[in-house]
């Protein structure tokens, strides 16, 4: 059983549903604009990152994890250290989605940090809510879920509401699937949505891993070791809704000078 500790200091262990609701709003107009994720995780994930701390320092490695306080968006931002995985490794598979996205760690450190005075304090909280912040993308490539659509999205906040709790998640994903029944006229994206939570539930806690050590791992062996099951229902869902469909909460844009991030 993990340790309970102490809350976030100055923090008032109630949700913001005002400012979750003003933040959803946004969001399902423009699922581009991620920086509302990051309101609704900071409104309403209430009690997650103390929970999570506490749950890491009780596994295995978790100690030694949350003493070297590895800040791990300064490694994926590190391109020499990326295009050093070998082939078929996690981090090669994380190089690809870098090169196939435009995306960047920075890009998503930048967003979390509009708004937010307490990203970078120092304290294990902070550092942990840097870390789930940072794991974002490689559990885009664990999971399979495409990080440039909206179904993609949609499903790993579900997937992310298993594995680290918080009302936040849930919420996004909750509302996203709820505009896709109005959408598309379809439940194929709302049962996608409740895959990515199912697959979230039988999986490892991949919080708790060593993504140091993760990256060198073959991805399909990593993928088999955590409990990552196919998306049969995403794929599916891809396939019949269409690029178009699956994407139908996103702004189109003809020019960008780095790809934006598409929250849900």
């Known amino acids: 059983m993990a340790a309970k500790l102490p809350p976030f200091p100055g923090s008032t262990g109630r949700r913001d549903w005002t400012t979750a609701l003003d933040a959803i709003k946004k969001l399902l107009n423009n699922g581009d604009d991620t920086v509302q994720v990051f309101r609704i995780m900071r409104a309403l994930n209430v009690g997650s990152t103390e929970s999570g701390y506490a749950r890491l320092l009780g596994t295995e490695e978790g100690g030694r994890i949350a003493r070297e306080q590895a800040e791990l968006a300064e490694r994926f931002s590190d391109r020499t250290w990326v295009d ?28 979390s940090r509009e708004g937010n005075a307490n990203v970078e304090i120092d304290h294990p909280y902070a550092w942990f809510g840097r870390r789930t912040r940072d794991m974002h993308d ?127």
């Open 138 to 264: 490689i559990w885009h490539v664990l999971t399979g879920y495409k990080a440039d659509e909206s179904l993609g999205e949609a499903a790993l906040v579900a997937f992310s509401y298993a594995q680290v709790g918080g009302a936040g998640w849930a919420f996004i994903g909750s509302a996203a699937a709820l505009k896709s029944l109005r959408i598309t006229g379809s439940t194929l994206f709302a049962r996608a949505v409740i895959e990515g939570y199912q697959r979230g539930k039988a999986a490892k806690w991949l919080a708790g891993e060593d993504y140091l050590k993760l990256m060198h791992e073959p991805l399909g062996a990593a993928r088999k070791r955590l409990g990552l099951t196919e998306p049969v229902m995403y794929k599916r869902a891809q396939e019949e809704l269409g690029e178009e469909m699956a994407s139908y909460l996103s702004q189109q844009r003809e020019e960008a000078a780095e790809p934006e991030r598409l929250a849900a």
């Open 84 to 111: 050093s995985f070998a082939p078929g490794t996690v981090g090669a598979a994380y190089r690809d989605f870098l090169d196939s996205t435009g995306y960047s760690a920075d890009g998503l450190v930048a967003v």
